[in-house]
Protein backbone atom coordinates (compact mmCIF):
# COMPACT_ATOMS: atom_id res chain seq x y z
CA UNK A 1 0.00 0.00 0.00
CA UNK A 2 1.42 3.53 -1.05
CA UNK A 3 2.44 6.03 1.06
CA UNK A 4 -0.51 8.64 -0.41
CA UNK A 5 -3.62 5.71 -0.30
CA UNK A 6 -2.47 5.31 3.50
CA UNK A 7 -2.23 9.05 3.96
CA UNK A 8 -6.11 9.48 2.07
CA UNK A 9 -7.92 6.75 3.61
CA UNK A 10 -6.15 6.33 7.29
CA UNK A 11 -6.48 8.45 10.03
CA UNK A 12 -3.16 10.15 11.26
CA UNK A 13 -2.40 11.44 14.33
CA UNK A 14 -2.23 14.99 14.48
CA UNK A 15 1.47 16.19 14.40
CA UNK A 16 3.12 17.47 17.44
CA UNK A 17 5.28 20.24 17.02
CA UNK A 18 7.66 21.60 19.17
CA UNK A 19 7.71 25.38 20.30
CA UNK A 20 10.21 26.66 18.12
CA UNK A 21 8.68 24.93 15.10
CA UNK A 22 4.98 26.80 16.24
CA UNK A 23 6.77 29.91 16.47
CA UNK A 24 8.18 29.93 13.02
CA UNK A 25 4.49 28.99 11.79
CA UNK A 26 3.61 32.74 12.52
CA UNK A 27 0.26 33.88 13.90
CA UNK A 28 -2.77 32.29 13.12
CA UNK A 29 -5.12 35.04 11.06
CA UNK A 30 -8.28 34.62 11.45
CA UNK A 31 -10.39 35.23 8.12
CA UNK A 32 -11.51 38.72 7.04
CA UNK A 33 -15.41 39.09 7.28
CA UNK A 34 -17.10 42.36 6.60
CA UNK A 35 -19.17 43.92 8.61
CA UNK A 36 -22.05 42.75 7.23
CA UNK A 37 -20.82 39.24 7.20
CA UNK A 38 -20.27 39.67 10.77
CA UNK A 39 -23.84 41.34 11.49
CA UNK A 40 -25.55 38.29 9.89
CA UNK A 41 -24.14 35.76 11.36
CA UNK A 42 -24.46 37.56 15.10
CA UNK A 43 -28.13 37.38 13.87
CA UNK A 44 -27.97 33.77 13.51
CA UNK A 45 -26.79 33.22 16.53
CA UNK A 46 -29.32 35.18 18.21
CA UNK A 47 -31.69 33.00 16.55
CA UNK A 48 -30.15 29.72 18.30
CA UNK A 49 -29.34 30.87 21.35
CA UNK A 50 -32.33 33.87 22.52
CA UNK A 51 -34.00 33.75 26.03
CA UNK A 52 -37.25 32.02 25.37
CA UNK A 53 -34.95 28.62 23.86
CA UNK A 54 -32.47 29.08 26.63
CA UNK A 55 -31.80 31.29 29.62
CA UNK A 56 -28.34 29.90 30.13
CA UNK A 57 -27.44 30.24 26.84
CA UNK A 58 -26.75 26.31 25.81
CA UNK A 59 -29.83 26.03 23.47
CA UNK A 60 -27.87 25.97 20.10
CA UNK A 61 -26.88 22.10 19.94
CA UNK A 62 -29.86 21.47 21.23
CA UNK A 63 -31.84 23.39 18.71
CA UNK A 64 -28.91 22.21 15.86
CA UNK A 65 -30.12 18.74 16.74
CA UNK A 66 -34.04 19.30 17.00
CA UNK A 67 -33.49 20.90 13.37
CA UNK A 68 -31.86 17.56 12.30
CA UNK A 69 -34.29 15.69 13.40
CA UNK A 70 -37.32 17.88 11.17
CA UNK A 71 -35.87 15.72 8.39
CA UNK A 72 -36.41 12.53 10.21
CA UNK A 73 -40.34 11.83 9.80
CA UNK A 74 -40.50 12.42 6.02
CA UNK A 75 -36.98 9.94 5.73
CA UNK A 76 -38.64 7.51 8.18
CA UNK A 77 -42.50 7.34 6.20
CA UNK A 78 -40.94 7.60 2.78
CA UNK A 79 -39.08 3.76 3.76
CA UNK A 80 -42.76 2.72 4.78
CA UNK A 81 -43.85 2.87 1.88
CA UNK A 82 -41.47 0.28 0.40
CA UNK A 83 -43.66 -2.34 1.60
CA UNK A 84 -46.37 -0.63 0.06
CA UNK A 85 -45.35 -0.39 -3.19
CA UNK A 86 -44.23 -3.99 -3.42
CA UNK A 87 -46.32 -6.13 -2.19
CA UNK A 88 -45.59 -10.01 -2.28
CA UNK A 89 -48.53 -10.96 -4.17
CA UNK A 90 -48.28 -8.15 -6.66
CA UNK A 91 -50.95 -5.11 -6.64
CA UNK A 92 -50.45 -1.36 -6.31
CA UNK A 93 -52.40 1.10 -4.19
CA UNK A 94 -55.12 2.73 -5.70
CA UNK A 95 -55.06 6.59 -6.66
CA UNK A 96 -56.46 8.36 -3.89
CA UNK A 97 -54.34 6.05 -1.28
CA UNK A 98 -50.82 7.72 -3.44
CA UNK A 99 -52.18 11.07 -3.38
CA UNK A 100 -52.60 10.83 0.30
CA UNK A 101 -49.33 9.92 0.93
CA UNK A 102 -48.21 13.05 -1.08
CA UNK A 103 -50.64 14.67 1.32
CA UNK A 104 -48.57 13.77 3.96
CA UNK A 105 -45.39 15.45 2.46
CA UNK A 106 -47.20 18.62 1.67
CA UNK A 107 -48.21 18.54 5.89
CA UNK A 108 -45.30 18.06 7.05
CA UNK A 109 -43.47 20.65 5.48
CA UNK A 110 -46.56 23.54 6.05
CA UNK A 111 -46.20 22.08 9.72
CA UNK A 112 -42.80 22.29 10.59
CA UNK A 113 -41.96 25.32 9.19
CA UNK A 114 -44.50 27.15 10.78
CA UNK A 115 -44.02 25.53 14.04
CA UNK A 116 -40.63 26.57 13.77
CA UNK A 117 -41.30 30.43 12.54
CA UNK A 118 -43.54 30.42 15.34
CA UNK A 119 -40.96 29.58 17.81
CA UNK A 120 -38.59 32.25 16.45
CA UNK A 121 -41.23 34.72 16.30
CA UNK A 122 -39.65 37.52 18.66
CA UNK A 123 -36.26 37.35 16.84
CA UNK A 124 -37.37 38.28 13.43
CA UNK A 125 -37.52 42.00 14.75
CA UNK A 126 -34.99 44.24 16.79
CA UNK A 127 -34.94 43.81 20.79
CA UNK A 128 -33.69 46.26 23.58
CA UNK A 129 -30.34 44.72 22.90
CA UNK A 130 -29.86 45.63 19.49
CA UNK A 131 -31.11 49.19 20.35
CA UNK A 132 -28.55 49.59 23.44
CA UNK A 133 -25.71 47.73 21.79
CA UNK A 134 -25.93 47.38 17.82
CA UNK A 135 -26.78 51.37 16.94
CA UNK A 136 -24.32 52.70 19.47
CA UNK A 137 -21.48 51.24 16.85
CA UNK A 138 -20.86 52.94 13.99
CA UNK A 139 -23.45 50.41 11.71
CA UNK A 140 -25.86 52.17 9.29
CA UNK A 141 -29.27 51.34 9.80
CA UNK A 142 -29.38 50.23 6.19
CA UNK A 143 -26.49 47.64 6.87
CA UNK A 144 -28.62 46.30 10.06
CA UNK A 145 -31.75 45.92 8.49
CA UNK A 146 -30.48 44.51 5.33
CA UNK A 147 -28.25 41.78 7.33
CA UNK A 148 -31.55 41.00 10.05
CA UNK A 149 -33.38 39.97 6.64
CA UNK A 150 -30.78 37.86 5.19
CA UNK A 151 -30.30 36.43 8.25
CA UNK A 152 -33.76 35.72 8.29
CA UNK A 153 -33.58 34.31 4.43
CA UNK A 154 -30.73 32.10 5.42
CA UNK A 155 -32.74 30.36 8.19
CA UNK A 156 -35.86 29.72 6.79
CA UNK A 157 -34.33 28.53 3.56
CA UNK A 158 -32.05 26.07 5.53
CA UNK A 159 -35.22 24.73 7.27
CA UNK A 160 -36.50 24.49 4.06
CA UNK A 161 -33.63 22.08 3.01
CA UNK A 162 -33.38 20.67 6.61
CA UNK A 163 -36.85 19.31 6.74
CA UNK A 164 -37.31 18.02 3.64
CA UNK A 165 -34.30 17.09 2.31
CA UNK A 166 -33.65 13.35 2.99
CA UNK A 167 -37.08 11.70 1.68
CA UNK A 168 -36.63 12.42 -1.99
CA UNK A 169 -33.60 10.53 -1.54
CA UNK A 170 -35.28 7.44 -0.96
CA UNK A 171 -38.84 7.91 -2.40
CA UNK A 172 -38.65 7.05 -5.94
CA UNK A 173 -36.89 3.43 -5.09
CA UNK A 174 -39.85 3.38 -2.46
CA UNK A 175 -42.83 4.34 -4.83
CA UNK A 176 -41.20 3.19 -7.61
CA UNK A 177 -43.49 5.96 -10.14
CA UNK A 178 -43.75 5.49 -14.03
CA UNK A 179 -42.09 8.87 -13.96
CA UNK A 180 -39.34 9.49 -11.78
CA UNK A 181 -38.33 13.36 -12.83
CA UNK A 182 -41.88 14.43 -12.15
CA UNK A 183 -42.43 12.96 -9.30
CA UNK A 184 -39.23 14.49 -7.72
CA UNK A 185 -39.88 17.50 -9.48
CA UNK A 186 -43.66 17.55 -7.80
CA UNK A 187 -42.39 16.76 -4.34
CA UNK A 188 -39.38 19.17 -4.55
CA UNK A 189 -41.85 22.01 -5.54
CA UNK A 190 -45.49 21.16 -3.41
CA UNK A 191 -43.00 20.80 0.00
CA UNK A 192 -40.97 23.76 -1.13
CA UNK A 193 -43.79 25.93 -1.61
CA UNK A 194 -46.04 24.41 1.52
CA UNK A 195 -42.99 25.22 3.96
CA UNK A 196 -42.18 28.50 2.41
CA UNK A 197 -45.94 29.78 2.39
CA UNK A 198 -46.65 28.64 6.10
CA UNK A 199 -42.83 30.35 7.38
CA UNK A 200 -44.11 33.53 5.02
CA UNK A 201 -47.58 34.40 6.07
CA UNK A 202 -46.32 34.19 10.00
CA UNK A 203 -43.89 37.05 8.66
CA UNK A 204 -46.66 38.61 6.90
CA UNK A 205 -48.79 38.37 9.90
CA UNK A 206 -46.40 39.61 12.21
CA UNK A 207 -45.25 42.47 9.75
CA UNK A 208 -49.13 43.59 9.30
CA UNK A 209 -50.46 43.52 12.69
CA UNK A 210 -47.08 45.77 13.22
CA UNK A 211 -47.28 48.09 10.92
CA UNK A 212 -51.48 48.74 11.31
CA UNK A 213 -52.10 47.89 14.68
CA UNK A 214 -48.40 49.22 16.32
CA UNK A 215 -46.49 47.30 18.99
CA UNK A 216 -49.23 47.97 22.19
CA UNK A 217 -51.39 46.00 20.15
CA UNK A 218 -49.41 43.80 18.67
CA UNK A 219 -47.73 42.67 22.40
CA UNK A 220 -51.05 42.26 23.39
CA UNK A 221 -52.00 39.73 20.73
CA UNK A 222 -48.85 38.61 20.22
CA UNK A 223 -49.27 35.50 22.99
CA UNK A 224 -52.56 34.97 21.54
CA UNK A 225 -51.54 34.42 17.96
CA UNK A 226 -48.86 32.28 18.81
CA UNK A 227 -50.80 29.51 20.56
CA UNK A 228 -53.08 29.64 18.18
CA UNK A 229 -50.80 29.32 15.35
CA UNK A 230 -49.21 26.34 17.15
CA UNK A 231 -52.93 24.40 17.70
CA UNK A 232 -53.58 24.86 13.92
CA UNK A 233 -50.35 23.59 12.75
CA UNK A 234 -50.34 21.13 15.20
CA UNK A 235 -53.78 20.09 15.21
CA UNK A 236 -53.63 19.61 11.07
CA UNK A 237 -50.55 17.11 11.57
CA UNK A 238 -52.31 15.07 14.54
CA UNK A 239 -55.91 14.97 12.54
CA UNK A 240 -54.17 13.56 9.19
CA UNK A 241 -54.87 10.04 9.71
CA UNK A 242 -58.84 11.65 9.42
CA UNK A 243 -58.16 14.18 7.56
CA UNK A 244 -56.30 11.47 4.47
CA UNK A 245 -59.39 9.30 4.49
CA UNK A 246 -61.87 12.50 3.53
CA UNK A 247 -59.33 14.07 0.79
CA UNK A 248 -61.38 12.10 -1.85
CA UNK A 249 -64.70 13.35 -0.57
CA UNK A 250 -63.34 16.63 -0.12
CA UNK A 251 -61.54 17.07 -3.44
CA UNK A 252 -64.53 15.56 -5.31
CA UNK A 253 -67.22 17.75 -3.50
CA UNK A 254 -65.39 20.92 -4.94
CA UNK A 255 -66.38 22.85 -2.02
CA UNK A 256 -65.26 26.28 -1.21
CA UNK A 257 -63.20 25.33 1.85
CA UNK A 258 -61.43 23.27 -0.28
CA UNK A 259 -60.20 26.27 -2.24
CA UNK A 260 -59.60 27.98 1.26
CA UNK A 261 -57.36 25.39 2.99
CA UNK A 262 -53.84 26.11 1.78
CA UNK A 263 -52.46 22.68 2.28
CA UNK A 264 -54.75 21.44 -0.83
CA UNK A 265 -53.29 24.17 -2.65
CA UNK A 266 -49.81 22.50 -2.96
CA UNK A 267 -50.97 19.23 -3.18
CA UNK A 268 -52.72 20.70 -6.58
CA UNK A 269 -48.97 21.57 -7.44
CA UNK A 270 -47.83 18.07 -6.78
CA UNK A 271 -50.43 16.33 -8.58
CA UNK A 272 -50.50 18.36 -11.33
CA UNK A 273 -46.67 18.50 -11.91
CA UNK A 274 -46.41 14.66 -11.31
CA UNK A 275 -49.14 13.76 -14.05
CA UNK A 276 -49.23 17.07 -16.07
CA UNK A 277 -52.55 17.90 -17.86
CA UNK A 278 -53.58 14.77 -17.33
CA UNK A 279 -54.51 15.83 -13.66
CA UNK A 280 -57.98 16.06 -12.53
CA UNK A 281 -59.39 19.52 -13.09
CA UNK A 282 -59.80 20.17 -9.14
CA UNK A 283 -56.02 19.54 -8.82
CA UNK A 284 -55.49 22.13 -11.57
CA UNK A 285 -57.51 24.70 -10.00
CA UNK A 286 -56.02 24.41 -6.75
CA UNK A 287 -52.38 24.56 -8.18
CA UNK A 288 -53.29 28.19 -9.71
CA UNK A 289 -54.50 28.74 -6.35
CA UNK A 290 -51.45 27.45 -4.69
CA UNK A 291 -48.97 30.16 -7.18
CA UNK A 292 -50.68 32.92 -6.75
CA UNK A 293 -51.19 32.98 -2.97
CA UNK A 294 -47.69 31.64 -2.16
CA UNK A 295 -46.54 34.97 -4.33
CA UNK A 296 -49.06 37.28 -2.84
CA UNK A 297 -48.06 36.31 0.84
CA UNK A 298 -43.94 36.83 0.00
CA UNK A 299 -44.83 40.01 -1.40
CA UNK A 300 -46.87 41.27 1.32
CA UNK A 301 -44.15 39.92 3.82
CA UNK A 302 -41.73 41.79 1.86
CA UNK A 303 -43.48 45.00 2.00
CA UNK A 304 -44.79 44.55 5.55
CA UNK A 305 -41.47 44.20 7.13
CA UNK A 306 -39.53 47.23 6.49
CA UNK A 307 -42.88 49.52 7.83
CA UNK A 308 -42.99 47.17 11.23
CA UNK A 309 -39.12 47.20 11.40
CA UNK A 310 -38.88 50.74 11.99
CA UNK A 311 -42.37 50.81 14.01
CA UNK A 312 -40.40 48.55 16.37
CA UNK A 313 -37.25 50.37 16.54
CA UNK A 314 -39.05 53.56 16.85
CA UNK A 315 -41.14 52.25 19.83
CA UNK A 316 -38.10 50.38 21.68
CA UNK A 317 -36.10 53.61 21.59
CA UNK A 318 -39.34 56.13 22.99
CA UNK A 319 -39.81 52.81 25.90
CA UNK A 320 -42.61 50.44 25.98
CA UNK A 321 -44.19 52.82 28.83
CA UNK A 322 -45.56 50.90 32.08
CA UNK A 323 -47.64 48.34 32.27
CA UNK A 324 -49.88 47.60 35.80
CA UNK A 325 -49.24 43.59 36.85
CA UNK A 326 -51.86 44.22 39.46
CA UNK A 327 -55.22 42.18 39.24
CA UNK A 328 -57.93 44.28 40.87
CA UNK A 329 -60.00 41.41 40.25
CA UNK A 330 -58.73 38.32 42.16
CA UNK A 331 -58.43 40.78 45.69
CA UNK A 332 -61.57 39.35 47.10
CA UNK A 333 -59.79 35.58 45.77
CA UNK A 334 -56.18 36.50 47.90
CA UNK A 335 -58.33 37.27 51.05
CA UNK A 336 -60.16 33.36 50.74
CA UNK A 337 -56.57 32.06 50.35
CA UNK A 338 -55.16 33.67 52.85
CA UNK A 339 -57.81 32.43 55.26
CA UNK A 340 -57.93 29.22 54.35
CA UNK A 341 -54.68 27.29 52.36
CA UNK A 342 -52.00 29.51 52.01
CA UNK A 343 -52.27 30.85 55.78
CA UNK A 344 -48.32 30.32 56.52
CA UNK A 345 -46.77 33.42 55.81
CA UNK A 346 -43.84 31.42 54.17
CA UNK A 347 -46.28 29.75 51.77
CA UNK A 348 -48.25 32.80 51.08
CA UNK A 349 -44.74 34.68 49.90
CA UNK A 350 -44.05 31.78 47.54
CA UNK A 351 -47.43 32.19 46.35
CA UNK A 352 -47.45 35.08 45.31
CA UNK A 353 -44.22 35.21 43.83
CA UNK A 354 -45.23 32.64 41.35
CA UNK A 355 -48.36 35.02 40.17
CA UNK A 356 -46.20 37.84 39.47
CA UNK A 357 -43.37 35.97 38.43
CA UNK A 358 -45.70 34.37 35.62
CA UNK A 359 -47.43 37.88 35.16
CA UNK A 360 -44.40 39.87 34.68
CA UNK A 361 -42.01 37.35 33.12
CA UNK A 362 -42.37 37.32 28.68
CA UNK A 363 -40.23 33.80 28.44
CA UNK A 364 -42.54 31.72 31.08
CA UNK A 365 -45.78 33.33 29.38
CA UNK A 366 -44.56 32.29 25.99
CA UNK A 367 -43.59 28.73 27.60
CA UNK A 368 -47.04 28.23 28.57
CA UNK A 369 -49.03 29.64 25.41
CA UNK A 370 -46.77 26.89 23.51
CA UNK A 371 -47.87 24.21 25.99
CA UNK A 372 -51.10 25.26 25.20
CA UNK A 373 -51.65 25.40 22.19
CA UNK A 374 -50.10 22.03 21.73
CA UNK A 375 -52.21 20.99 24.48
CA UNK A 376 -55.13 22.17 22.86
CA UNK A 377 -54.22 20.49 19.57
CA UNK A 378 -54.38 17.48 20.90
CA UNK A 379 -57.82 17.34 23.11
CA UNK A 380 -59.22 18.71 19.02
CA UNK A 381 -57.49 16.14 17.83
CA UNK A 382 -59.27 13.72 20.38
CA UNK A 383 -62.73 14.67 20.50
CA UNK A 384 -62.79 15.36 16.77
CA UNK A 385 -63.80 12.87 14.46
CA UNK A 386 -64.71 13.12 10.23
CA UNK A 387 -66.82 10.66 8.45
CA UNK A 388 -67.77 10.09 5.12
CA UNK A 389 -71.09 8.97 4.69
CA UNK A 390 -73.03 9.07 1.01
CA UNK A 391 -69.94 11.17 -0.38
CA UNK A 392 -70.45 13.78 2.27
CA UNK A 393 -68.03 14.37 5.07
CA UNK A 394 -69.19 14.54 8.33
CA UNK A 395 -68.18 16.20 11.69
CA UNK A 396 -68.90 14.39 15.14
CA UNK A 397 -68.08 14.38 18.33
CA UNK A 398 -66.42 11.32 19.98
CA UNK A 399 -67.76 10.56 23.70
CA UNK A 400 -64.63 8.44 24.74
CA UNK A 401 -62.58 11.07 22.91
CA UNK A 402 -64.55 13.65 25.10
CA UNK A 403 -63.81 11.12 28.60
CA UNK A 404 -60.04 11.15 27.04
CA UNK A 405 -59.80 14.95 26.47
CA UNK A 406 -59.93 15.69 30.91
CA UNK A 407 -57.57 13.90 31.30
CA UNK A 408 -55.32 15.21 28.69
CA UNK A 409 -56.20 18.70 29.44
CA UNK A 410 -54.97 18.35 33.10
CA UNK A 411 -52.05 16.42 31.98
CA UNK A 412 -50.47 19.16 29.90
CA UNK A 413 -51.26 21.77 32.03
CA UNK A 414 -49.87 20.59 34.51
CA UNK A 415 -46.64 19.00 33.00
CA UNK A 416 -46.55 22.59 31.04
CA UNK A 417 -46.06 24.41 34.55
CA UNK A 418 -43.47 22.29 35.92
CA UNK A 419 -41.07 22.75 32.82
CA UNK A 420 -41.75 26.61 33.67
CA UNK A 421 -41.39 26.40 37.15
CA UNK A 422 -38.19 24.15 37.09
CA UNK A 423 -37.03 25.78 34.02
CA UNK A 424 -33.05 28.31 35.43
CA UNK A 425 -32.90 31.31 34.31
CA UNK A 426 -34.66 34.48 36.15
CA UNK A 427 -32.94 34.17 39.84
CA UNK A 428 -33.40 37.61 40.59
CA UNK A 429 -36.24 36.85 42.82
CA UNK A 430 -34.23 33.77 44.30
CA UNK A 431 -31.64 35.91 46.90
CA UNK A 432 -34.72 36.66 48.83
CA UNK A 433 -35.60 33.04 49.82
CA UNK A 434 -31.68 32.85 50.56
CA UNK A 435 -31.69 35.47 53.00
CA UNK A 436 -34.65 35.06 54.68
CA UNK A 437 -34.68 31.44 55.33
CA UNK A 438 -31.34 30.23 53.23
CA UNK A 439 -31.39 26.43 52.46
CA UNK A 440 -34.49 25.35 54.63
CA UNK A 441 -32.37 22.98 56.94
CA UNK A 442 -35.51 21.91 58.27
CA UNK A 443 -38.59 19.74 56.92
CA UNK A 444 -41.32 22.33 58.13
CA UNK A 445 -39.89 25.48 56.41
CA UNK A 446 -39.27 23.78 53.26
CA UNK A 447 -42.63 21.43 52.75
CA UNK A 448 -44.09 25.19 53.24
CA UNK A 449 -42.28 26.03 50.28
CA UNK A 450 -42.61 24.06 48.14
CA UNK A 451 -46.66 23.12 49.07
CA UNK A 452 -47.58 26.84 48.21
CA UNK A 453 -45.95 25.46 44.40
CA UNK A 454 -48.30 22.57 44.15
CA UNK A 455 -50.90 24.77 45.60
CA UNK A 456 -50.67 27.12 43.12
CA UNK A 457 -50.49 24.47 40.27
CA UNK A 458 -53.54 22.70 41.57
CA UNK A 459 -55.53 25.46 41.53
CA UNK A 460 -54.36 26.48 38.40
CA UNK A 461 -54.85 23.00 36.57
CA UNK A 462 -58.42 22.81 38.44
CA UNK A 463 -59.48 25.87 36.92
CA UNK A 464 -58.20 24.80 33.10
CA UNK A 465 -59.78 21.55 33.68
CA UNK A 466 -63.49 22.70 35.30
CA UNK A 467 -63.36 25.32 32.39
CA UNK A 468 -62.81 22.81 29.69
CA UNK A 469 -65.23 20.36 31.20
CA UNK A 470 -68.07 23.26 30.77
CA UNK A 471 -66.98 24.31 27.51
CA UNK A 472 -67.48 19.99 26.63
CA UNK A 473 -71.02 20.34 28.11
CA UNK A 474 -71.66 22.89 24.96
CA UNK A 475 -71.09 19.95 22.51
CA UNK A 476 -71.45 16.56 24.29
CA UNK A 477 -73.30 13.96 23.16
CA UNK A 478 -76.61 13.54 25.11
CA UNK A 479 -74.95 10.41 27.31
CA UNK A 480 -72.51 13.06 28.99
CA UNK A 481 -75.20 15.38 29.89
CA UNK A 482 -76.85 12.94 32.39
CA UNK A 483 -76.38 14.50 36.81
CA UNK A 484 -74.39 10.68 37.09
CA UNK A 485 -71.90 11.97 33.81
CA UNK A 486 -71.22 15.58 35.60
CA UNK A 487 -70.51 13.76 38.90
CA UNK A 488 -68.15 11.32 37.74
CA UNK A 489 -66.40 14.07 34.98
CA UNK A 490 -65.95 16.32 38.24
CA UNK A 491 -64.17 13.76 40.49
CA UNK A 492 -62.09 12.45 37.54
CA UNK A 493 -61.10 16.58 36.89
CA UNK A 494 -60.22 16.97 40.13
CA UNK A 495 -58.52 13.58 41.16
CA UNK A 496 -56.25 13.69 37.90
CA UNK A 497 -55.30 17.51 38.98
CA UNK A 498 -54.65 16.65 42.31
CA UNK A 499 -52.64 13.26 41.96
CA UNK A 500 -50.75 14.49 39.03
CA UNK A 501 -49.40 17.60 40.61
CA UNK A 502 -48.71 15.19 43.46
CA UNK A 503 -46.75 13.34 40.98
CA UNK A 504 -44.94 15.49 38.77
CA UNK A 505 -43.55 17.48 41.55
CA UNK A 506 -42.21 14.58 43.84
CA UNK A 507 -38.75 15.35 43.05
CA UNK A 508 -39.01 19.06 42.63
CA UNK A 509 -36.92 20.50 45.67
CA UNK A 510 -36.84 23.94 44.56
CA UNK A 511 -38.95 26.84 44.98
CA UNK A 512 -40.05 28.09 41.56
CA UNK A 513 -38.13 29.97 39.12
CA UNK A 514 -34.83 29.49 41.05
CA UNK A 515 -33.49 26.60 39.70
CA UNK A 516 -30.11 26.26 39.01
CA UNK A 517 -28.94 24.84 35.26
CA UNK A 518 -28.38 21.61 34.83
CA UNK A 519 -24.48 20.28 35.60
CA UNK A 520 -25.18 17.54 32.66
CA UNK A 521 -27.11 17.90 29.68
CA UNK A 522 -30.69 16.28 29.90
CA UNK A 523 -31.66 13.45 27.46
CA UNK A 524 -34.13 14.61 24.90
CA UNK A 525 -35.12 10.91 23.91
CA UNK A 526 -35.82 9.89 27.36
CA UNK A 527 -37.74 13.52 27.49
CA UNK A 528 -40.24 12.43 24.58
CA UNK A 529 -40.63 8.98 25.56
CA UNK A 530 -41.63 9.81 29.23
CA UNK A 531 -44.32 12.16 27.24
CA UNK A 532 -45.41 9.19 25.19
CA UNK A 533 -45.86 7.23 28.06
CA UNK A 534 -47.64 9.46 30.39
CA UNK A 535 -50.45 10.88 28.05
CA UNK A 536 -52.14 7.60 26.86
CA UNK A 537 -52.47 6.54 30.42
CA UNK A 538 -53.97 9.75 31.17
CA UNK A 539 -55.92 9.61 28.44
CA UNK A 540 -57.44 5.76 28.98
CA UNK A 541 -57.72 6.20 32.82
CA UNK A 542 -61.13 8.71 32.22
CA UNK A 543 -62.44 6.64 29.62
CA UNK A 544 -61.99 3.25 32.01
CA UNK A 545 -63.20 4.63 35.11
CA UNK A 546 -66.14 7.48 34.24
CA UNK A 547 -68.47 4.74 33.22
CA UNK A 548 -67.61 2.70 36.52
CA UNK A 549 -68.28 5.71 38.43
CA UNK A 550 -71.48 6.58 36.84
CA UNK A 551 -73.29 3.31 37.89
CA UNK A 552 -74.18 3.77 41.48
CA UNK A 553 -72.96 6.12 44.54
CA UNK A 554 -70.87 2.67 46.03
CA UNK A 555 -68.57 3.47 43.03
CA UNK A 556 -68.31 7.53 43.78
CA UNK A 557 -67.50 6.85 47.20
CA UNK A 558 -64.68 3.86 46.04
CA UNK A 559 -63.26 6.16 43.52
CA UNK A 560 -63.22 9.35 45.90
CA UNK A 561 -61.56 6.67 48.37
CA UNK A 562 -58.67 5.80 46.18
CA UNK A 563 -57.90 9.17 45.11
CA UNK A 564 -57.59 10.26 48.91
CA UNK A 565 -55.60 7.49 49.81
CA UNK A 566 -53.22 8.00 46.47
CA UNK A 567 -52.66 11.14 47.58
CA UNK A 568 -51.77 10.51 51.06
CA UNK A 569 -49.45 7.83 49.92
CA UNK A 570 -47.54 10.26 47.12
CA UNK A 571 -47.67 13.23 50.20
CA UNK A 572 -45.96 11.06 52.67
CA UNK A 573 -43.23 10.04 49.86
CA UNK A 574 -42.37 13.86 49.13
CA UNK A 575 -42.14 14.48 52.74
CA UNK A 576 -39.60 11.26 52.83
CA UNK A 577 -37.57 13.38 49.69
CA UNK A 578 -37.38 16.43 51.34
CA UNK A 579 -36.22 14.99 54.63
CA UNK A 580 -33.46 13.56 52.67
CA UNK A 581 -32.78 16.79 50.85
CA UNK A 582 -32.59 18.68 53.92
CA UNK A 583 -30.14 16.38 55.79
CA UNK A 584 -27.79 16.46 52.71
CA UNK A 585 -24.07 18.83 53.18
CA UNK A 586 -24.05 22.22 50.84
CA UNK A 587 -22.07 21.57 47.33
CA UNK A 588 -19.15 23.51 47.23
CA UNK A 589 -18.76 24.90 43.24
CA UNK A 590 -16.02 21.75 42.18
CA UNK A 591 -17.89 19.34 44.34
CA UNK A 592 -19.59 16.19 41.98
CA UNK A 593 -22.81 15.63 43.23
CA UNK A 594 -23.12 11.94 42.93
CA UNK A 595 -21.42 11.15 46.22
CA UNK A 596 -23.26 13.51 47.98
CA UNK A 597 -26.66 12.25 46.95
CA UNK A 598 -25.87 8.73 48.45
CA UNK A 599 -26.61 9.81 51.90
CA UNK A 600 -23.89 8.27 53.38
CA UNK A 601 -22.14 11.53 55.37
Known sequence: MSDEFQRLFMMAEPEILS???????????????????????????????????????????????????????GFIVALYLWPVYHQMFGGHPSFWMTVNHHFFFVIYSFVALGMITVFEWDMFFPDLLDI????????????????????????????????????????????DPPDMPRLVAGHVLAVLGSGLFSAAFILALQGVLLS???ERLFRRLSLLLQGLSITVLLMLLFLFPVLSGAVPAFLKSGSTYVLCFPPFWFLGIYQRALEGPAA??????????????????????????????????????????????????AKPLDKVLHATLIRPPVRRAVFHFIT?????????????????????????????????????????????????????????????????????????????????????????????????????????????????????????????????????????????CLLLTDLFFLNVKIVAFTGQPAREQSNLALIVFKFFYFIPFAAWLPVVSEPWIEKSILHFAVAAAAIAA????????????????????????????????????
Not at 33 to 40: E, G, K, Y
Not at 286 to 311: D, E, F, K, N
Not at 571 to 585: F, T, V
Open 132 to 175: FVLTTLPIPDGRLFRARVAAISILIVGLLFDANFLAPLVLPAAT
Open 566 to 601: VHLALRWQHRDIIRIHCNLPDLEDDEEEFPMKLGLL
Open 280 to 329: LPIFSKLAQIGCVALLVTLSLAMLSYPIAYLRRVHRLIEGPGTLDTRAWV
Open 356 to 496: QTVMRVQRYRIYLVLYGGVGLSIVIATILRLTVVHGQVRMEISPDGMRAAIGVVAFWTIVGLRMAFVSPGNQQGSWVFRIVHGRPAHLKPAMQQLLAAKLWVFLMAAAVTFAACLGFRAIAPPELLTWPALASQSLIAAGM
Open 212 to 214: VFG
Open 19 to 73: LNAQAALGAVREPERSQFSQLVRHFLERFFNHETASADGDAKSRLILIACATGIP
